[in-house]
């Protein structure tokens, strides 16, 4: 607590005009929930930290705990503790008072790590390799939607202009740097801003559809901070994207016509003299693969049907999966190769690592972390081997039906699930399902304009 006094002094000394504090702990959904406080209150974040409802940490995306979960109102929506974590104190650019921000884990009031919180729940998972003397190293990779309003009410995807000229520049445009021109002071705005919080963004991408934008994550060795870069990296885009008059959204499916938006995750482990477990100097002819990796895509196929619904959690997370999609819906692996699930991108001995795709912007990053990493120590600890790797250039039909492709398949599959019950907290899971099932189920209740527009007349 000494500590986290001398972190929290150190900022006001070097932030002295700071009046408020976002704290932030994260949900079930991977949505940032908090609250503001006023200077005076800062300093109980080393102390006595602050009230939280438990109930908070299972909320659904209308923001309320599930009436089947029977949390809130039925048990008397009991608190447990919030400690901010000082060394995330970050100023917020994007607001025009002057605002810090930082992230909090929740405990319980015997000072035990509560177990909703998803960044514990993916300690608690990292600790497994941890006792074997291995550092999982990741980055994460998110791709998302620039949007406007239009002259008929209706969101769109923005598109490039064409210069000197009313027009809008059709077609995807991937990698067009134009259209990173176009976006030059939003880009400049949201570098800074990352520069200012300490998020180690990369290279942007002008990604596979119109408006769609991709920025790159570095690698860190430390997971729970990999998803606190990608958790905070969403929120900063999205508020300086309100600077500028337009809506930043990482919905897995915005667009019908236009691609979908993923959330890729790269990951090596290094052992405690900081090798590359991954990595391989001879054995199989090139690509060569060492039987760690070899391990950990095992695992990894044999968790991946069961973890779909943390990859794919909401009702518009399987739009994505459309056919000739960069959208994986398999268990295949294979080198350079984009219609996997689970790509070896090539690398040299140093990086060698998987790249997990199948996981939607939409996700929760820690979940989706936590499913990756269960997968990949399974598969480590029972030296499973995988079935045959797709090679560069290699021609790949993926089979229909080799895992849920739907919600209600994808939610009954983790609800049979026999190999992450091991990792995920008691009754987590439960939770989790209890809450997307709400969710599914109020969705399947609502008529649509399709419901009107298909049989209002003619039925």
């Not at 109930?55 to 447990?80: I, K, Q, R, V």
């Not at 060569?288 to 049907?305: E, F, H, V």
Request: hydrophobic share 35%.
């Amino acid at each position: 607590m000494k500590g986290d006094k001398e972190l929290l002094s150190n900022y006001l000394r070097d932030h002295p005009e700071t009046k408020f504090l976002e704290v932030m702990t994260v949900d079930v959904s991977g949505v940032l929930r908090g609250k503001r406080l006023v200077r005076e209150e800062f300093e109980g974040l080393c102390f006595e930290g602050i009230k939280a409802c438990r109930s908070a940490a299972l909320l659904d995306f209308s923001g309320a705990p599930p009436t089947e979960l029977e949390l809130g109102s039925e048990d008397g929506d009991p608190d447990c503790l919030a400690f901010g974590d000082l060394g995330s104190i970050v100023p917020v650019p994007w607001l025009k008072s002057p605002t810090a921000q930082l992230l909090m884990s929740l405990v319980e009031n015997d000072g035990s790590a509560c177990l909703l919180d998803p960044r514990n729940i993916l300690g608690s998972i990292e600790k497994k390799f941890n006792k074997m003397g291995y550092k999982p190293v990741v980055a994460t990779e998110l791709e998302f939607y620039l949007t406007k309003e239009d002259d008929a009410k209706i969101v769109v995807p923005i598109k490039g202009s064409i210069p000197g000229t009313s027009l809008e520049q059709q077609g995807i445009q991937f990698g067009a740097l134009e259209d990173l021109w176009d976006l030059d002071e939003f880009l400049v705005s949201v570098y800074k801003a990352c520069n200012e919080q300490q998020i180690p963004a990369r290279a942007a991408l002008s990604e596979f559809a119109p408006g769609q934008f991709e920025i790159n994550l570095n690698h860190v060795s430390d997971p729970v901070l990999a998803c606190d870069h990608a958790v905070l990296l969403k929120r900063l885009i999205k508020g300086v994207a309100r600077e500028y008059g337009l809506t930043a959204t990482f919905m897995s499916k915005p667009f019908a016509e236009e691609v979908g938006s993923g959330l890729h995750i790269h990951i090596s482990l290094l052992n405690e003299e900081g090798e590359n477990i991954f990595s391989c100097d001879s054995g199989d002819p090139p690509p060569a693969t060492s039987k760690n990796l070899k391990y950990a895509i095992g695992g990894l196929q044999g968790t991946m049907a069961e973890s779909m619904a943390i990859f794919a959690p909401n009702a518009n997370s399987y739009r994505r999966f459309t056919p000739g999609s960069y959208a994986p819906v398999n268990t295949a692996w294979g080198h350079n190769h984009r219609t996997v699930s689970l790509r070896i991108p090539p690398s040299n001995n140093c990086n060698t690592r998987i790249e997990h795709r199948s996981a939607g912007a939409d996700a929760n990053p820690y979940l989706v972390m936590s499913a990756i990493l269960a997968g990949i120590h399974h598969g480590i600890i029972n030296e499973l081997a995988p079935d045959k790797m797709i090679h560069s250039g290699e021609h790949y039909d993926p089979p229909i039906g080799q895992l849920p492709s739907t919600w209600d398949k994808a939610l009954t599959s983790l609800e049979s699930n026999s190999i992450l019950k091991n990792y995920f907290p008691e009754n987590y899971l439960d939770y989790f399902l209890t809450v997307k099932r709400s969710e599914y189920n109020r969705f399947q209740s609502e008529v649509s304009d399709r419901d009107y527009a298909w049989y209002l007349k003619l039925a």
